[in-house]
């Protein structure tokens, strides 16, 4: 039976299909089709919008119209197959098959213990002639979190909390060949372009991360080249906006990978 109700929208056109909201919502009301996140079904939504806050875009809503009513068992239902697909995944994992996903696993928030990732390297010596493509020396990755695009990023992920915190326009990795050790060490993450992507859902976003965590310093890192100087402005405006007082550093990289101040 149809009744007026309140229920999820999601705007398609602000959609991504970066699956965030679809862990979020403990009912499996929403699955990613066709690059978009869809409500596949209407009596699986209880309207209480816990994927909302999930998703870094803004493109859900809860709101009221006519729909049937929410259905207990169809959830139930629901869970119970999603529950199956999962097992059926991991067992085509096991035997190195590609499992097909309703969501973006690339897009799943992880917060790593970078002491469980560090390798031991064994470095070849310079007097080794047994390979000569092989690099001198390797070095661990500093990184301790995913996703690291900001339009992905949730405002409330655990790694923000206590946090010094590194902006990076997304050249900057590969520009600057210390990156990881001089940079990205002890810091959380967030990388975006600022003449490319969206500022404004950029400063929306930061704004609320700021807002939400104790964030303890701000390290913003732009290339010389003279668009990449918007991102110092998008920061200052979601500082800002979020009324934060945080240290902010600036630090510089040439496109020849030196560092300019």
């Known amino acids: 039976m149809a009744a007026k109700r309140k229920i999820v929208k999601i705007h398609e ?62 959830v139930k239902e629901r869970l119970k197959q999603l529950k199956g697909n999962k097992q059926t995944d991991q067992n085509l994992e096991d035997k190195d098959e590609k499992p097909v996903s309703s969501g973006c696993p690339g897009s799943r928030m992880m917060h790593m213990n970078k002491s469980n990732n560090k390798q031991t390297n064994t470095s070849r010596t310079s007097t080794d002639k047994s390979n000569e493509s092989e690099p001198l020396d390797e070095i661990d990755s500093e990184l301790s979190q995913w996703p690291v695009q900001l339009h992905l990023l949730s405002p409330g992920a655990p790694f923000f909390q206590d946090s010094d915190l590194l902006i990076a326009a997304d050249c ?20 975006g372009c600022p003449k490319l ?8 976003k930061l704004a609320q991360i700021f807002s939400v965590n104790d964030i303890k310093s701000v390290t913003i890192a ?17 500082l800002e906006l979020s009324e934060a007082d945080i240290p902010v550093n600036k630090v510089v990289v040439g496109v020849k990978g030196e560092l300019k101040e």
């Open 222 to 238: 732009i290339m010389e080249v003279p668009c990449c100087s918007g991102l110092l402005s998008v920061v200052n405006k979601a």
């Open 13 to 74: 056109d602000k959609c991504d299909g970066c699956g965030l909201c679809v862990p979020a919502c403990h009912e499996g009301a929403i699955e990613i089709v066709d690059g978009k996140a869809r409500l596949i079904e209407d009596k699986l939504c209880d309207g209480l919008g816990d994927c909302l806050g999930e998703c870094p875009r803004g493109a859900i809503e809860v709101i009221e119209r006519e729909a049937v009513e929410f259905d207990e068992q169809a």
């Open 172 to 191: 900057v990795p590969f520009a600057y060949p210390e990156f990881h050790r001089k940079m990205l060490k002890d810091k959380a993450v967030a990388i």
């Open 197 to 204: 992507d969206d500022a404004e859902s950029y400063i929306e």
